[in-house]
């Protein structure tokens, strides 16, 4: 039976060292949830405390509406798949799949029953013979998952799983896993670092950075309308511009930065505070958002010299010198089969709508 986790208040400290701070998250049932930041941000000691082993210093963890204080890892609603997956190398798949089971003292007959039941969900019917040393990185991935999911867990943890799987199959795993995850209607707890694994399979996304909760979210908001600066420059490319807040209005604010006035979307700052004139703030603006704008058509412009194209195949990659910073611009195009009809070294106009850059204040940003 899924269940709902809510982390109330929650502060985990290791001596003078805050791992976490102030920690307020609701986790609906049958949710999709992913905690994404750099190394170190805290996301995989919250999965610890929902997992139990290890308690916070203050606040609360409920799952399924009961308070797990003093509850240990075998007693919680839980099932924690490892980053090494830690399958038993001289067991059998099924044997793998249905070991909790066996230690429940279910039958042989009962659990072989539940592994092919499992098998079949995870696309993999008739392997249970097999041993895991036989199996593809990916087959070994989906039998972790089998084999967590034959406790019936309400909340399944998943600690950086892909992690050690190449780009492809990292790629097809996510699909996967987003597969199995909305077949068995649990709970899904997901850590990773990888962007591109959290936007594309969360319903919800908790953005963290320093043991601290940035922006919480859905992936299209999270891209789209970042919080702060940190989310801003952490999750997917963008284009930064420095600035001061010259003029603040419903629609937009105005920030006069060493290329001009440019007009963006103030951020939604949950309440973290909001731009001021006068502020020091930052504006992004995504490389698919810039245009070539020879004619001055949109509201914002930058003279820029290009400096370099990068061709992708399916994309133009087009990176542009600007004055006064080392910094480069970057555009990204679709490939629509026509030539580029820009070339290095020439000067031209780039443009940009208010409402697909956004200005936050000014704060700390992800390491480069």
């Known amino acids: 039976m899924s269940a709902e986790v809510t982390l109330e208040n929650v502060w985990i400290r290791f001596g003078d060292f805050v ?28 999965l610890r405390a929902v997992s139990g082993f290890l308690s916070p210093s203050e606040g609360r963890v409920l799952i399924g509406g009961k308070d797990m204080a003093g509850i240990g890892p075998n007693k919680r609603p839980t099932a924690l798949i490892f980053q090494n997956l830690a399958l038993f190398p001289l067991m059998t798949v099924w044997e793998n799949i249905t070991f909790a089971l066996e230690v429940r003292g279910v039958s042989a007959a009962r659990r072989r029953k539940r592994a092919d039941e499992l098998l079949e969900l995870i696309a993999l019917p008739g392997q249970g ?8 990185g990916g087959q070994r991935q989906r039998v972790a998952i089998a084999r967590a999911l034959a406790a019936e867990p309400g909340v399944l943890l998943l600690d950086e799983p892909l ?62 309308r970042p919080a702060t600066a940190f989310v801003a420059s952490f999750v997917g490319e963008n284009n930064l511009l420095r600035g001061t807040v010259s003029a603040v ?32 703030a930052y504006v992004f603006i995504r490389p698919e958002s810039l245009k070539f704008d020879e004619e ?18 399916s994309f133009w990659q087009v990176f542009f010198s600007i004055k006064g910073s080392e910094r480069k611009l970057k555009l990204s195009m679709v490939n629509d089969g026509s030539a580029m009809s820009h070339q290095p070294g020439q000067r031209v106009t780039l443009g940009f709508a208010p409402e697909l850059a956004v200005a936050t204040p000014a704060g700390p940003l992800a390491a480069e």
Request: include cysteine.
């Open 296 to 313: 001055k058509k949109m509201d914002n412009n930058i003279s820029a010299q290009i400096h370099q194209q990068e061709f992708e195949g």
């Open 163 to 224: 992690s050690a799987l190449d780009l492809k199959l990292r790629q097809h795993m996510r699909t996967e896993l987003r597969d199995i995850q909305q077949r068995v209607g649990i709970t899904f707890i997901y850590i990773t670092h990888d962007q591109g694994e959290a936007l594309t399979m969360s319903d919800n996304v908790a953005v963290m950075r320093e043991g601290v909760i940035e922006q919480v979210a859905d992936g299209n908001t999270i891209y789209d």
């Open 19 to 46: 791992a976490a701070r102030a920690v307020d998250i609701n986790i609906r049932q049958g949710e999709f949830f992913s905690f994404l930041g750099p190394s170190g941000c805290g996301k995989t000691t919250l």
């Open 129 to 136: 013979e097999k041993m895991v040393d036989e199996l593809s």
């Open 249 to 280: 209005s419903r629609a937009a604010v105005t920030v006069d930065t060493g290329l001009g006035a440019i007009r963006a979307r103030a951020a939604d700052s949950g309440g973290k505070g909001s731009l001021a004139v006068g502020d020091d």
